[in-house]
C-alpha cells in the first residue's frame, strides 16, 4: 500500500477522500469555490466533494487548496461520510446496529 506523505494539502486530501469513497467526478458541474478553476484537475474532485457536503465547513471562504488541510479539518470531512457517521455514532453511545440479513424468501429462492 503506498504510504500518504505527512502533510497533505487540501487538494490533496479531498482527492484521496473522493477517492476512497468511489466517487465519481461530474463532467459538468458549477465552480465549487471562486478559486478553483474548472480546468483545474482536482475541480471535479472539490465539486463531487462539496455536492456530498464534506466541505460545508468553509462555507463562504475560498478553497484554498495549496493550503496544508488541519486534523480538525480532516476529522469534519470525514465526519460527512455516512459509514463514518455510522461509526462514530457506535463508538459514542456503545450501541450497535442489528445486522440486515434478506427475509426467508429471498434467500431461498438464492438457493435455487
Given at each position: 500500500m503506498p504510504r500518504l506523505p505527512s502533510a497533505l494539502t487540501r487538494r490533496e486530501a479531498v482527492r484521496v477522500v473522493?477517492?476512497?469513497?468511489?466517487?465519481?467526478p461530474p463532467k459538468i458541474f458549477e465552480k465549487p469555490f471562486p478559486d478553483v478553476d474548472r480546468e483545474?484537475?482536482?475541480?471535479?474532485?472539490?465539486a463531487v466533494a462539496k455536492e456530498e457536503g464534506y466541505l460545508e465547513y468553509i462555507s463562504g471562504?475560498?478553497?484554498?487548496?495549496?493550503?496544508?488541510i488541519t486534523r480538525a479539518e480532516i476529522a469534519e470531512i470525514l465526519s460527512k461520510i455516512p459509514v463514518v457517521k455510522i461509526?462514530?455514532?457506535?463508538?459514542?453511545?456503545?450501541?450497535t446496529p442489528e445486522p440486515v440479513t434478506a427475509p426467508e424468501e429471498e434467500v431461498e429462492e438464492e438457493k435455487l
Open positions: 473522493v477517492e476512497a469513497v468511489r466517487l465519481r483545474d484537475s482536482i475541480s471535479g474532485y472539490v471562504e475560498p478553497f484554498e487548496g495549496d493550503r496544508f461509526r462514530i455514532k457506535e463508538f459514542l453511545t456503545g450501541e
